[in-house]
């Protein structure tokens, strides 16, 4: 079972930025690729992007580019999603979660995600 913890949400203005963190722990990061969703109140779930093994990103709301960027750091188990230009319609619960794929650079289908996180609460207003 992989273990993920979400870290670094917060409060902000729009226009603002935040990094969210996710912490792997109990196996090697390198064999996962590693999905991002967040899930607003009272909507339901939205897949945003996929980093996979090699570190490449794939979008799953196209908009996002150039705003979200995700990023890894095998070494020290965590992979980063850098929220800037953060709008009023971005709030929510930011999950991460976790897909064990041979595939280094290849994301899989969001069905294959297995192991998710609690999640880590972004706000913004003004």
């Known amino acids: 079972q992989v273990q993920l913890v979400e870290s670094g949400g917060g409060s902000v203005q729009p226009g603002g930025s935040l990094r969210l963190s996710c912490a792997v722990a109990d196996v090697t990061l390198d064999d996962y690729a590693i999905d991002w969703f967040r899930q607003a109140p009272g909507k339901g779930r939205e897949g945003l992007l996929c980093i996979s093994r090699s570190g490449a990103p794939a979008y799953y709301v196209a908009s996002l580019q150039g705003r979200f960027t995700a990023t890894r750091d095998n070494a020290e188990n965590t992979v980063y999603l850098q929220m800037n230009g953060l709008k009023v319609e971005d709030p929510a619960t930011y999950y991460c979660?976790?897909?064990?794929?041979?595939?280094?650079?290849?994301?899989?289908?969001?069905?294959?995600?297995?192991?998710w996180g609690r999640g880590t609460q972004v706000s913004v207003s003004s």
């Open positions: 979660a976790a897909a064990r794929t041979s595939g280094r650079n290849m994301c899989p289908s969001q069905a294959n995600y297995d192991s």
